[in-house]
C-alpha cells in the first residue's frame, strides 16, 4: 500500500480550505468564469514565488471599474513595495519587488485584482509573479500568510518542485502519497492533479485510495478512474459500490460499465436497490452501456421508478437491448407524466418506426413540451422514410405539423415539422414552404428546399430556381441546388 492513512480527522479544515475556495470563486466576476488554480499549478507556472513584507504603498493612484458599479470609477493605489523575506523559486538577487497593480489588472481585464485593491502595511503574503513581474493570475497571485501557514505553504512549493525532476512513474506515486499529506495546500493540489494521471497505467494504484476514511479522497479516486478499462481496478471499485457517499457510489457505476470483467454486471444489478435516486440512474446508465440482457429485469423495474430521470435512463437501456421487445413499455412511456421520460421514449422510437406507432406518435405533436414535440416530429419523418408516408397522409397529422411550421418559435421544433411535411409530401404544405425560402434563418430555408423537394411536384423548379438566385448563403444555396437536382430527374 503506497499510502498511510491518517488517523487525525481533517474534516473542519476541509470545510475551512473550501469555504475559502469558494469565497474566492463568488469574488471573481461571474461573466470572467476564472479557472480556479491549486497551488501546483501555480507553483509550475510562477517565474518567481517570494515570501514577502508590504513596506510601502505609494500616493499615486489610478482609476479602475467595479463590477458590481460599473458607472463609476473607484482610486486605488497603483505601486506597492514589497521586502523579499524568502525566495522558493527563480534566481531574483533584489532585496524588494515593486508591483505595478494597473499593469496586472489591465492585463487581467475584465477581472478586478481584488489584493490590489486591499494592502496593507507589514501584511505578511506569498506571492507568485510572471515573467513580466505582474502578479500571478490577478487576484489568485498573492496569499496572505502567518508564521505557520507560511511554513505550510514553503512546504508544498519545495515538494511541488522535486516532483518536476521524477521519472513519470516516480511522480504518480509521490502525487499518490501525498493525496494524504497533513498539508492541505498540498491535498488540494494532489487531489486535482490526481485526475491528469493514466488510470489504464495506474489504475491499481489510484484504487488503493478508494479504501481511504476520508470521503473527500475516495470521491476524488473514483472520479480519477472513470474511463479506465484496467480490469485489475474493478475488485476495489465493485465494494465502493456500498461507499456511504452517493457520489462515490455513482461514480463507481460509471468506472465498471467500461471494464471487461463478466462478474460486474450482477454487482450493478444488485446495486439498482440503491436509496439514492442518483446511483440508480448511473447503474441503469452502465448496464446499458455494457448492453447486458441480463439486466432487462432491471430496466422493467426502472421503468416505474420514482425517479423521473431513472426512467429516462430506463428508455434509452431497454431500446438498445436485442430481445427486449421494447416497443410496448416505450408506447406507455409516452404518456408518462415527465417530459424528458416522453422525450426519451419518442426519440427511441425512431429505432422502431413502423405503421404501428403512427398514431401514438402523431399525438405527440400537440404535447406540451416542445422537445417532446421536436422528437415527434422526427419521428414522423422516420416513419414516412420507411416507406409509409401514404398513411401520414391524415389531416390531423398535416394540420398539426403545419401548425408547428407556423407558430414554433424554436427553429429546431419548426424544422422538425418541415422535414416531417417534405417527407410525407403533401401538397397542402407547398404555400408555406415557398414562403419559408426567404425567411431570415438559414436552417428554415435549406430544411424547406430540401421538403419541397421530398414533395415531389415540377412546377416548384422556377421558385427554387429563383431562390437559389437569390440565396447568399452556401449552406442553403447547396440545399437549393440538391432540391433543383432532385425534381429534374
Given at each position: 500500500m503506497i499510502m498511510k492513512k491518517s488517523k487525525i480527522s481533517k474534516r473542519n479544515s476541509y470545510l475551512i480550505i473550501s469555504a475559502f475556495i469558494l469565497l474566492a470563486m463568488f469574488q471573481i466576476n461571474a461573466q470572467a468564469r476564472i479557472y480556479i488554480l491549486t497551488l501546483l499549478e501555480k507553483t509550475r507556472a510562477s517565474e518567481f514565488i517570494f515570501l514577502a513584507k508590504c513596506v510601502n504603498i505609494s500616493d499615486e493612484k489610478y482609476k479602475i471599474t467595479s463590477p458590481k458599479l460599473p458607472d463609476k470609477k473607484i482610486q486605488v493605489p497603483r505601486f506597492a513595495a514589497y521586502k523579499i523575506i524568502e525566495v522558493w523559486k527563480g534566481e531574483y538577487d533584489k532585496n524588494t519587488i515593486t508591483l505595478d497593480y494597473k499593469f496586472t489588472?489591465?492585463?487581467?481585464?475584465?477581472?478586478?485584482?481584488?489584493?490590489?485593491?486591499?494592502?496593507?502595511?507589514?501584511?505578511?503574503?506569498?506571492?507568485?509573479?510572471?515573467?513580466?513581474?505582474?502578479?500571478?493570475?490577478?487576484?489568485?497571485?498573492?496569499?496572505?500568510v502567518d508564521e505557520k501557514s507560511a511554513a505550510l505553504y514553503r512546504d508544498a512549493v519545495k515538494k511541488f518542485r522535486q516532483l518536476d525532476i521524477l521519472t513519470e512513474k516516480e511522480k504518480v506515486l509521490a502525487i499518490i502519497e501525498m493525496v494524504d499529506s497533513n498539508n492541505l495546500q498540498v491535498r488540494e493540489s494532489m487531489l486535482r492533479d490526481l485526475r491528469e494521471v493514466d488510470n489504464n497505467i495506474y489504475g491499481v494504484e489510484i484504487a488503493h485510495l478508494l479504501e481511504h476514511e476520508d470521503t473527500w479522497i475516495r470521491q476524488s479516486a473514483i472520479s480519477a478512474l472513470i474511463g479506465t478499462e484496467k480490469k485489475e481496478v474493478s475488485p476495489f471499485v465493485i465494494k465502493v459500490l456500498k461507499d456511504p457517499n452517493p457520489g462515490v457510489r455513482a461514480d463507481a457505476a460509471d468506472v465498471l460499465k467500461r471494464i471487461d470483467d463478466e462478474n460486474i454486471t450482477a454487482f450493478l444489478i444488485e446495486a439498482f436497490n440503491d436509496e439514492s435516486g442518483l446511483v440508480r440512474r448511473r447503474v441503469v446508465s452502465a448496464l446499458s452501456y455494457r448492453l447486458a440482457k441480463e439486466a432487462i429485469p432491471t430496466y422493467l423495474k426502472a421503468f416505474k421508478d420514482n425517479d423521473p430521470l431513472v426512467r429516462v435512463e430506463a428508455v434509452y437501456a431497454l431500446s438498445h437491448i436485442k430481445g427486449s421487445k421494447p416497443v410496448p413499455k416505450l408506447l406507455l412511456a409516452l404518456k408518462d407524466e415527465n417530459a424528458r421520460v416522453r422525450q426519451a421514449a419518442v426519440s427511441s422510437l425512431r429505432l422502431y418506426a413502423s405503421a404501428d406507432i403512427i398514431n401514438p406518435v402523431s399525438e405527440l405533436l400537440v404535447d406540451e413540451d416542445w422537445g417532446v414535440r421536436e422528437y415527434a416530429a422526427s419521428c414522423i419523418t422516420r416513419i414516412a422514410n420507411r416507406g409509409h408516408r401514404e398513411l401520414l397522409k391524415k389531416d390531423k397529422i398535416i394540420d398539426d405539423l403545419l401548425r408547428m411550421v407556423?407558430?414554433?418559435?424554436?427553429?429546431?421544433?419548426?424544422?422538425?415539422?418541415?422535414?416531417?411535411?417534405?417527407?410525407?409530401?403533401?401538397?397542402?404544405?407547398?404555400?408555406?414552404?415557398?414562403?419559408?425560402?426567404?425567411?431570415?434563418?438559414?436552417?428554415?430555408?435549406?430544411?424547406?428546399?430540401?421538403?419541397?423537394s421530398g414533395i415531389?411536384?415540377?412546377?416548384?423548379?422556377?421558385?427554387?430556381?429563383?431562390?437559389?438566385?437569390?440565396?447568399?448563403?452556401?449552406?442553403v444555396a447547396n440545399a437549393l441546388k440538391n432540391a433543383i437536382s432532385q425534381l429534374e430527374k
Open positions: 489588472n489591465e492585463k487581467y481585464k475584465p477581472i478586478i485584482c481584488s489584493p490590489s485593491i486591499k494592502r496593507e502595511i507589514d501584511e505578511q503574503v506569498v506571492l507568485f509573479i510572471e515573467k513580466d513581474m505582474a502578479i500571478f493570475h490577478g487576484f489568485q497571485g498573492k496569499i496572505q407556423e407558430k414554433e418559435e424554436r427553429v429546431s421544433v419548426k424544422t422538425g415539422a418541415i422535414y416531417a411535411l417534405g417527407a410525407i409530401g403533401t401538397e397542402r404544405a407547398i404555400p408555406i414552404l415557398l414562403n419559408l425560402l426567404s425567411d431570415t434563418q438559414i436552417e428554415i430555408r435549406s430544411s424547406s428546399a430540401h421538403a419541397l415531389g411536384n415540377k412546377d416548384m423548379l422556377p421558385h427554387l430556381r429563383k431562390a437559389l438566385e437569390n440565396e447568399s448563403n452556401e449552406y
